[in-house]
């Protein structure tokens, strides 16, 4: 019976695989290798597209940036010359005012009575003076709450006469205004106070 030696066919068998394994573990590395580098450059690409917006928006960012402190001073100097323009309108309606607030007073002044001081501050006037009798006074601030220009006349104080013939001393309060600017409504005689103050009769 015939011998058969079949040691050189494994082997070459078994080399053939051996080839063939090394050959799949090449063919995996090198595709490894490749997704990995194609990955890579993928990465690469996205975050230097994303740093090219990001240097975009902070560009965009710095012009309105600029845009809105442009604003904001543009505000302030609107608000700047608005408040210029109430000054001159204000100077504008004063001037004519304070005319005509002496010219009332001077009309609206009776016999037997003398102002010695009148101090402004704002729209609201102090007037000090003297007058021969309480109806005097009562007089007075009638006249110059009927006036278009000054209004809310209000005794502050009176000084009683030692005598018929002294002068009485008086202080009273009163507002400009306007014949365009709604006028409050004030009688002066018409309050219990003031009657008693000024010592009249009802």
């Not at 194609?38 to 975050?47: E, G, K, P, R, V």
């Not at 543009?74 to 607030?101: C, F």
Request: aromatic share 6%.
């Amino acid at each position: 019976m015939a011998k058969i030696n079949l040691l050189p066919w494994r082997e070459e068998a078994k080399k053939r695989q051996i080839q063939m394994f090394g050959a799949q573990m090449a063919g995996g590395i090198a595709i490894t290798v490749l997704l990995c580098a194609f990955y890579q450059s993928q990465i690469t690409a996205d975050l230097n597209h994303q740093k090219a917006r990001n240097s975009y928006l902070n560009d965009e960012i710095t012009k309105l940036q600029s845009e809105l402190t442009e604003i904001s001073e543009l505000e302030t100097t609107k608000s700047q010359l608005l408040d210029r323009m109430e000054i001159i309108q204000n100077l504008q309606t004063q001037r004519p005012q304070i005319v005509h607030t002496f010219k009332e007073l001077a009309v609206s002044l009776p016999d037997g009575m003398y102002l010695q001081s009148i101090r402004q501050n704002g729209q609201k006037l102090h007037i000090t003076g003297q007058a021969e009798s309480n109806g005097g006074v009562s007089e007075f601030m009638r006249k110059l709450d009927s006036s278009n220009w000054l209004s809310q006349p209000a005794v502050q104080v009176i000084e009683t006469a030692q005598s018929l013939d002294d002068l009485r001393k008086f202080e009273l309060n009163l507002k400009q205004t306007s014949p365009d600017k709604e006028k409050d409504t004030f009688d002066p005689t018409a309050s219990a106070e003031y009657q008693d103050l000024l010592g009249l009769e009802g």
